[in-house]
């Protein structure tokens, strides 16, 4: 509905640009993670991590969602590769702490072994239904919050991983419009992919994209616990500082 305003600006000289939710429009740049990336090497990390072989719960995060709908398909586009992972269960964890806590905690309570948890939310709220039920910590993988950042430093035995739709899109959506506006090169490309950090408390090397980064999940550092749980990482891209503190509106 918005690609006919958007191509009366384009036309009047004005520069475009959508991101996270991007539009059609062929006018405008879009600007956006890579969603096939992200689902992608979280599923390797946890295959890696089990070795290969186990029993996993999968999230299908928000039903009718598109975006569920690509990430639950990404994990297992991966996981087939590995004829002895075996997906259990699934849930919605519709993106909220306790759908998510509440989802893992039946599915807990139907299967008595369980090796790994792929959600599509905090990770938090999985780690604390296996808590809850008196079960091992298994690996877990999630999305960069800090909370779910701090919950796996600090939970004796937690190993996450965190993929990252980060907050500076916005800030990457605003250099390109200066930059066109400055009158340097403009993208070739008007789909343009970000591609954040994972945040891992044991990170690998992505045979998938072996040009993805790891951060090591470290308190202080891209984990804070006097910060607001909501708060998305990785905070900074590599052309500006921003601290937690700025980020958190302190």
């Known amino acids: 509905a918005l690609n006919p305003t958007i191509k009366k600006a384009c036309d009047a000289g004005i520069v475009v640009i959508s991101f996270d939710q991007v539009v059609t429009e062929p006018c405008a740049y879009a600007l956006e993670s890579d969603w096939t990336r992200i689902p992608s090497v979280l599923a390797e990390w946890m295959a890696k991590h089990l070795g290969g072989k186990g029993k996993v719960f999968v999230d299908r995060g928000l039903a009718g969602a598109p ?5 639950e398909n990404g994990y297992l586009e991966v996981l087939k590769k590995y004829p002895d992972i075996e997906v259990i269960g699934n849930y919605n964890g519709e993106y909220a702490l306790g759908p998510e806590q509440a989802g893992v ?20 709220g999985a780690i604390k239904a296996l808590q809850d039920a008196g079960r091992p910590i298994v690996p877990v993988t999630a999305f960069s919050y800090n909370g779910s950042a701090v919950a796996c430093a600090e939970t004796a035995g937690a190993k996450c991983i965190l993929g990252s739709n980060p907050a500076y899109l916005s800030s990457e ?16 490309d008007r789909h343009i992919l970000v591609n954040g950090d994972f945040i891992a ?50």
Do not use: C, M
């Open 105 to 124: 905690a039946s599915l807990l309570a139907a299967h008595p072994v369980v090796d790994g948890i792929l959600t599509q939310g905090y990770g938090s």
């Open 67 to 71: 975006i569920s709908a690509q990430l």
């Open 201 to 250: 408390t044991d990170p690998i090397t992505s045979e998938l994209y072996p040009d993805a980064v790891f951060q090591k999940i470290e308190i202080g550092k891209n984990a804070f616990p006097d910060r607001p749980p909501g708060l998305t990482l990785p905070i900074t891209p590599d052309w500006v500082e921003i601290t937690a503190e700025e980020a958190a509106g302190s």
């Open 173 to 188: 959506a605003i250099k390109l419009a200066v930059d066109i506006l400055d009158g340097k090169p403009k993208p070739a």
